[in-house]
């Protein structure tokens, strides 16, 4: 049976499924294995031939065992992958003589956050339908996330789903996948303000959620929750045995935001696959390349750039890679992330720790026109259009790439369409809407707009979530 542990060392030790419906641990750190599952060349060579939905069972169920029996895991597996709009679910394309872009778009949604949401809905509901609970997730959302989350979560019958967005302020195509969803559980509200704001009033009513009555409560499916990672860990399994591996080793470049999707990609390689590199591409919010490159962790303002989900002022996964370059020591840790939180100062690593991170890891920012540049360049050598966070995930491997006859791939973690902006500043005319996603502007949508005010919104969350 698996246990999870605090980053933080302070918390109790918890099953999966306690991991799943708990979001951050009491000590204010974050849930990992206690023993990381690995495997051996042979064993994943003998994956080689495997169908994405099996492979899939192979990675994720030693994470989950004891918790989810293992059946039930490979038929919510199966469910999930054959609802994705290319056989391969996540092919591979090639870009250049040793340039990969792993399409990761093919989803419900368009963007890489499907592989984990779509599973994490269906891990939600066989949990709680056995345990016979019923709980509401309220997140905020200025695009991918929420429309991800509500397509996993929309046949769930356990579950009420709450996402905020802020009124007006996201794109058409992105808001349309979100309210065009029907169901019952499914509810979109519209905030009278920023993003910003609907974040803080979902951070406050997870502090306290006494206006939910009964005996719910809230559960987060931002990107700390663990399930999530642990889908995206398959991917990298399969793009290297699709290139070779793991008899060679591959290198990535991953559009970076929270630190989840390169974090799988760093348990791959925890797992036994042979990774010879992990690229952090950021944009302009470019704490971690900052920390990467001179050492020098400080927290700058928020900038809103033409790739909106990569848009953090603080990258909360870093949290996990740091708990093990502080050799799994929560003591040390908690110390370090009270400085690193305070903000008040530029926090450095001792440098031993960060040549251990530095041994895999590079980083690279790559602003606004270089991004643009990139998708023009890309599309004139090869006719590909890539969407602006890939397009960052392209130039930095263009940039930090240590060996050549190693074969790169960039996670393309969305698809160009819903990122119309850039697409246009590039001079592109927008591609068309994948076939499942062709009626999507003529839809009925279904959104309530409310007031930034918190006790309106937990009001009529209460109400929502008592009338069923
Ligand atoms: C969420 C997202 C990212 C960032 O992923 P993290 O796991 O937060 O690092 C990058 N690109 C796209 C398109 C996304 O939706």
Redesign the pocket.
């Known amino acids: 049976m698996m246990k999870y542990i605090s980053t933080r060392g302070n918390a109790p030790e918890l099953s999966f499924e306690d991991v799943l419906l708990t979001g951050l641990a009491s000590d204010g750190g974050l849930y990992v294995p206690k023993d990381v599952p690995t495997f051996s060349l042979e064993e994943i060579s003998s994956w080689r031939d495997l169908p994405y939905a099996e492979l899939a069972h192979k990675v994720i169920y030693p994470f989950v065992e004891g918790s989810v029996d293992a059946d039930a895991l490979q038929k919510m597996i199966n469910e999930v992958y054959k609802g994705f709009g290319h056989k391969a679910v996540a092919p591979l394309q090639q870009l250049d003589n040793n340039e990969y872009v792993l399409e990761l778009f093919h989803g419900p949604t368009l963007?890489?956050?499907d592989f984990a949401l779509q599973l994490l809905g269906r891990l939600l509901d066989y949990i709680l339908e056995r345990r016979n609970e019923k709980v509401v997730i309220m997140g905020a959302t200025s695009g991918?996330?929420g429309s991800a989350a509500i397509e996993g979560t929309k046949a769930c019958r356990n579950v009420d789903i709450f996402i905020l967005h802020p009124h007006n302020k996201v794109s058409e195509v992105q808001r349309r996948q979100m309210t065009t969803v029907s169901g019952d559980n499914i509810f979109n509200i519209a905030i009278e303000g920023n993003f910003d704001q609907a974040q803080d009033m979902v951070k406050a009513s997870f502090g306290d959620q006494s206006f939910l009555r009964g005996e719910r409560k809230l559960v987060a499916v931002n990107?700390i929750n663990w399930a999530r990672i642990m889908s995206q860990i398959v991917y990298y399994f399969y793009s290297s045995l699709n290139l070779g591996g793991p008899l060679r080793p591959i290198s990535y470049s991953v559009?970076?935001?929270?630190?989840?999707?390169?974090f799988a990609g760093y348990m791959a390689k925890k797992m036994g696959l042979p990774i010879e590199q992990l690229i952090i591409a950021t944009n302009s919010n470019d704490v971690l390349h900052r920390l990467m490159s001179k050492n020098q962790y400080e927290v700058r303002p928020l900038k809103h750039t033409l790739t909106p989900?990569?848009d953090i002022a603080v990258s909360s996964n870093f949290e996990r890679l740091l708990f093990d370059l502080y050799d799994q020591n929560g003591v040390e840790l908690a110390a370090l992330m009270t400085k690193m939180n305070a903000r008040d100062d530029i926090v450095s690593l001792s440098e031993d720790r960060l040549a251990k991170a530095r041994e895999i890891f590079d980083s690279y920012a790559v602003d606004e026109h270089a991004t643009i540049d990139t998708m023009k360049q890309v599309f004139a050598e090869t006719g590909y259009l890539l969407?602006p966070?890939t397009a960052i995930g392209v130039k930095a491997a263009c940039e930090c790439r240590r060996n050549m006859k190693t074969p790169m791939i960039t996670l393309g973690?969305?698809h160009p369409v819903k990122f119309e902006d850039a697409v246009k500043r590039a001079g592109f005319d927008m591609p068309e809407l994948p076939h499942h996603l062709s009626d999507l502007m003529t839809r009925e949508e279904r959104m309530d707009v409310l007031p930034a005010d918190i006790d309106m919104v937990q009001q009529f969350i209460a109400e929502k979530t008592f009338a069923q």
Not at 255 to 262: C, E, K, L, Y
């Open positions: 963007a890489f956050k991918d996330t990107s559009p970076t935001g929270n630190f989840g999707d390169i989900s990569m969407d966070h973690t969305a």
